[in-house]
């Protein structure tokens, strides 16, 4: 890029003509950014077709209707005795004598409009049609101009997404100052093509210019993609060969035994899994891998075999997990079969206290413990490892970035294995993982029964107890999972509370028990625990979706979701995974609103017809748009300008590859060919030290 056009995109919107500082700090605000780039990158909505009728005949109520008109008389509006108000009328005719008239309510420009609308003259006029019992009529036009200054109304109005004290006219007059000076720069031929198109897009003349199939829009969503997937190609390379790990590759003694031990046979999937961490491990290079299995796939002794893999070396693990509660599962599960094997495996979270956490310390540094199962705790200054080679966490979804990054810090670059539940379209993970090796889970151990799942309006909600209860009393035991009514958690646990306080007069006080957020974890994993328990007194468990992290409990084989239909698709299908588990038949109710529209059933349907995650997933993402199925607040969501996830999932691949190519012959990116990879990620702010 040559420097000309550089300092240019770099330039303060307020040096543009016409803005100035304080509507340089509106748009700000509103484009995220005050350089003349981030303006290029706010793009128009849609576009207001304001091409002149002949007549106003034709014309439709509800468009924008744009025609000369001839001024035919004024009533001037006001404030009636009543206090009811008037509005001021200008009775206009087209040039076949139709009438047209126009609008105006309040009092303050009264005269003002009025003195644009001299009697006898004509004008043209633009704004939106209503015909109504009044006739044709125009309120607030949105261009009153003289016949000769018809040039001033733009043909295609491009309606950008504006803020407070932003009007589509500033954004207009912005977007002309940008491109009148951007056509006095000399543009390199590699960039013309981008900035063509980018023109283009800023001056649409239909919807379908703006729509994520048109080619300029692909282009820029294609560059897009590239400028990302180069600079994750880049950051992984630069894993990949400047961070020196070591190669770990056990003799087998430990995972014979832990294959010889398990009641079942491994599927295919997980021993493709587990070969893909043996050869990862093997590599000197630290391993960063993902696996993504759906609720149920049985990733935790893949992870298991990761973990005798390294101590067969004489290399601890730390196997992380979100909660307490999961962690604490994880080590009634893995416990007995490493005691069986004969190596040490250990629990350590936030309630380990005095002695007895000094001697699990000691026990960790001194490197007799091999495996250690726990929370955040792992990772606090306190602890020591002897040798710390793997890092294991589950359910990866629940981790920032940064803490993946305090995690490995504890051991001299262990390798690291991430367990995710959330299946994620492939299109998506290779933009939120790219920097990590992913390996899919798609089979599920034979002999599950599909999970029966069916849709029920509220207003059944009574009949439903009476099933359950029956269901209850034939030994089932039920999850019963709240709405989830706000973002805030006060308000979920308030929902489940009296959903909990309702349900009590249907069943036996005794065997309901309650968990929710802001309950007191010791509480909290005494209600799980109990209804975990075989013989334990609760059945019925009301829940808010705290729940929704990998608790089990095979026994569970009822799972009722309140408003589900508030519910994303992928978090449904990750709370019916907790059901399910074990041999029986399982049930899972979806209760929605009694005024489900028809495309929220639809919504809802896709849980009933299948239980493939991947496949719910991709649904949810055509339905929704990724922002929504991530939601705001998961960490690694990308927010992109041209990019449609649905529209351009082709394109990932294509800039995927086109990337990868590309470092591989040039990691440097330091070729003339580059060139081009290194303003689009200057130009999509994607910029990363290449060199080190
Ligand atoms: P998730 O992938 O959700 O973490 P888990 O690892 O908790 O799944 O496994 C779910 C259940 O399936 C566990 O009870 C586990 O013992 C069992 N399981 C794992 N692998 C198999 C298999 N190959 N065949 C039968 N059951 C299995
Ligand atoms: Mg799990």
């Known amino acids: 890029m040559n420097g000309a056009l550089h300092d240019f995109l770099n330039t303060d919107l307020q040096f543009i003509k016409g803005v100035g500082p304080v509507l340089a700090l509106r748009l700000s605000e509103l484009l995220g950014g005050r350089r003349v780039l981030d303006f290029l990158l706010h793009i128009p909505r849609y576009v207001r077709p304001r091409e002149i009728s002949e007549s106003i005949l034709t014309a439709k109520s509800g468009e924008i209707l744009t025609i000369p008109v001839q001024i035919i008389s004024h009533k001037r509006g006001g404030t009636f005795r009543s206090g009811r108000r008037a509005p001021t009328q200008v009775v206009t005719r087209d040039k076949l004598g139709a009438e047209l008239m126009l609008q105006f309510f309040g009092s303050s420009f009264l005269d003002a409009w009025l003195e644009k609308l001299p009697i006898g003259e004509w004008r043209i006029v633009s704004g939106r049609l209503e015909q109504g019992r009044g006739g044709a009529t125009i309120n607030h036009p949105d261009f009153i101009e003289k016949p000769e200054n018809r040039a001033k109304i733009p043909e295609f109005q491009a309606i950008y997404p504006t803020s407070e004290g932003v009007t589509q006219r500033l954004m207009a007059n912005v977007r002309d100052g940008i491109f009148a000076k951007l056509s006095d720069i000399n543009i390199d031929a590699p960039n013309r093509e981008f900035f063509d198109a980018l023109r283009s897009i800023h001056y649409p003349t239909s919807n379908d210019d703006l729509a994520p199939a048109n080619k300029n829009i692909m282009r820029l969503a294609y560059a897009e993609l590239f400028a990302h997937q180069i600079a994750i190609a880049c950051t992984r390379q630069r894993r990949k060969r400047g961070i020196a790990g070591r190669s770990v590759s056990g003799d087998g003694r430990h995972r014979e035994k832990l294959y010889a031990s398990l009641p079942f046979k491994l599927t295919a999937a997980q021993n493709a899994a587990i070969t893909d961490i043996e050869n990862d491990m093997a590599r000197p290079e630290p391993m960063m891998r993902l696996i993504q299995g759906d609720v149920g796939s049985g990733k935790t002794i893949v992870a298991l075999a990761a973990a005798l893999n390294a101590a067969e070396c004489k290399i601890q693990t730390a196997f992380m997990a979100p909660t307490d509660t999961l962690a604490q599962q994880h080590f009634a599960k893995i416990k007995p079969i490493c005691d069986s094997i004969g190596i040490v495996c250990d629990i350590l979270t936030g309630r380990d206290k005095g002695a007895a956490q000094k001697e699990k310390l000691t026990s960790i540094r001194s490197g007799r413990t091999q495996i250690v199962i726990g929370t955040h705790a792992l990772f606090q200054e306190a602890v020591q490892y002897k040798d710390l080679g793997l890092v294991i966490i589950d359910e990866q979804h629940r981790f920032g970035v940064a803490q ?46 599909p999970i029966r799942t069916s849709t029920l309006a509220n207003e059944r909600i009574r009949a439903l107890t009476a099933r359950i209860a029956s269901q209850i009393d034939a030994g089932a035991k039920v999850f019963w999972v709240c709405p989830l009514v706000t973002e805030s958690e006060d308000m979920d646990f308030a929902a489940a509370e009296s959903r909990y306080e309702w349900l009590k007069k249907y069943f036996d006080a005794g065997v309901i028990g309650l968990v929710h957020g802001q309950m007191d974890k010791k509480m909290r994993d005494a209600a799980m625990a109990d209804f975990a328990d075989a013989n334990g007194k609760t059945k019925l468990l009301v829940a808010t979706s705290v729940i929704e992290v990998g608790i089990d409990v095979p026994s569970a084989t009822i799972m009722v979701i309140e408003n589900a239909e508030k519910f994303g698709l992928s978090a449904l299908h990750q709370l019916r995974g907790r059901v399910g588990r074990g041999s029986a038949q399982s049930f899972c109710v979806l209760l929605h609103g009694d005024n489900l529209t028809e495309s929220g059933m639809k919504r809802l349907g896709v849980l009933v017809e299948t239980d493939d995650g991947f496949l719910i997933a991709e649904q949810d993402l055509m339905m929704r748009g990724a922002g929504e199925m991530l939601g705001t607040k998961q960490s690694g969501w990308i927010p992109y300008h041209f990019v449609d996830y649905r529209e351009h999932r082709d394109l990932f691949k294509l800039a995927t590859r086109a990337a990868l190519e590309l470092t591989e012959s040039d990691p440097a990116l330091a070729t003339a060919a580059a060139t081009i990879a290194r303003d689009l990620m200057f130009i999509f702010d994607r910029e990363i030290k290449l060199e080190g």
């Open 404 to 449: 993946r990054a305090a995690l490995t810090g504890k051991g001299d670059n262990p390798d690291l294995l991430a367990l995710s539940a959330t299946p994620i379209p492939r299109t998506l993970s290779m933009t939120i993982y790219g920097d990590m090796d992913i390996t899919i889970i798609a089979e599920k151990p034979v002999g599950r029964m």
